[in-house]
Nanobody
Framework: QVQLVESGGGLVQAGGSLRLSCAVS????????MGWFRQAPGKERECVAA????????YYSDSVKGRFTISRDNAKNTMYLQMNSLKPEDTAVYYC????????????????????WGQGTQVTVSS
């Protein structure tokens, strides 16, 4: 059984920082492409960042580029999202996602491309 568990969410003021973690168990983490998604009230789930097997290739949405950093530690079976300069519009439930992938260069940015999801962690940014 593959399980993903997010942690690190919370309430911060605008301009603050948070680091989200996603711990993965039950699978071969080093062969999973990973991503971070968020869903705000009334909006569709969107990809904010994604990362390939090794961590050498990454994707960021335009709204978070330059502020967020995705990384992974395959030895710890954990993915991270460092979020700096947070804005109120970053407020959402953040989900980590994983997909087995044979292509070592692949980065997935669509929710329907992922089979495994965490339960989500709330990030609230106050003004």
């Amino acid at each position: 059984q593959v399980q993903l568990v997010e942690s690190g969410g919370g309430l911060v003021q605008a301009g603050g920082s948070l680091r989200l973690s996603c711990a993965v168990s039950g699978g071969t983490f080093s062969r999973y492409v990973m991503g971070w998604f968020r869903q705000a009230p009334g909006k569709e789930r969107e990809c904010v960042a994604a990362i390939n097997w090794s961590g050498a290739r990454t994707y960021y949405s335009d709204s978070v580029k330059g502020r967020f950093t995705i990384s992974r530690d395959n030895a710890k079976n954990t993915m991270y999202l460092q979020m700096n300069s947070l804005k109120p519009e970053d407020t959402a439930v953040y989900y980590c996602a994983a997909e087995p992938m044979r292509n070592i260069f692949s980065v997935l940015t669509t929710a329907q491309g992922y089979d495994y999801w965490g339960q989500g962690t709330q990030v609230t940014v106050s003004s």
